[in-house]
Every structure is written in structure tokens, then in C-alpha cells.
């Protein structure tokens, strides 16, 4: 089992900067990757950005040039910096990892709030 802890959502006006964080334990060892979804009322939850276990980063269009996401094997964190913060980047954050083995296995967070208003 892998555990997984958000921290760092809150509130902030359009055109500012948020930094989640999320901090793994348990058999973390295996992880292959891991990620940054959001969801909003009434929609599907999102891929936002993801890292492999080899480095590789991948971004959904929207967020390109603005967000972040990044890793500390170290510290076993997961961050995602967020810049020039737009309304629509409203939602709930989850951090997530995977692992593959006989099928694809996701681990979830209990998510952080990010509301972007004036």
C-alpha cells in the first residue's frame, strides 16, 4: 500500500502562485510514477501533469508554461509549482502514484482544495 498526503491548496487571486506538496510512505519502492489530477462539481477528474520514475514529465495542454510538477526521491515528495493561476484552474487536487505489475495499480490522496478569485 502506498499512502499519500496533500498539503498546500488554498485560496489565491488570479495571476498567483501555489506550490502543492505531497508527501509518500509505505512500499513507495515500486512506485513507476506519479501525478497531479484535479476535478471539479459534475466533471471527470483530470490529468493535470505526471513524472515518471525515470524523470519524464508530462503536462495537459492548459497548464503548460504555467505549472510544474516535479520530485524529491530523497524526501519522497511530489510537488507541483503553479504560476499565473487562471479561475478555471479552480478545483480539488489529488496527488496520485501507480505502480505496474498484473494490472495497473493507483493510489490516491484526499485532495486539496485550489480556488483561484478575486
Known amino acids: 500500500q502506498v499512502q499519500l498526503v496533500e498539503s498546500g491548496g488554498g485560496l489565491v487571486q488570479p495571476g498567483g502562485s501555489l ?3 505531497c508527501a ?5 519502492f515500486s512506485i513507476n510514477g506519479m501525478g497531479w489530477y484535479r476535478q471539479t462539481p459534475g466533471k471527470e477528474r483530470e490529468l493535470v501533469a505526471s513524472i515518471t520514475s525515470g524523470g519524464k514529465t508530462n503536462y495537459v495542454d492548459s497548464v503548460k508554461g504555467r505549472f510544474t510538477i516535479s520530485r524529491d526521491n530523497a524526501e519522497n515528495k511530489l510537488y507541483l509549482q503553479m ?7 479552480t478545483a480539488v487536487y489529488y496527488c496520485n502514484a501507480y505502480k505496474i505489475g498484473v494490472q495497473i495499480y493507483h493510489y490516491w490522496g ?4 485550489v480556488t483561484v478569485s478575486s
Open 83 to 89: 504560476n499565473s493561476l487562471k479561475p478555471e484552474d
Open 19 to 21: 506550490r502543492l506538496s
Open 110 to 113: 484526499q485532495g486539496t482544495q
Open 24 to 28: 509518500a510512505s509505505g512500499s513507495i
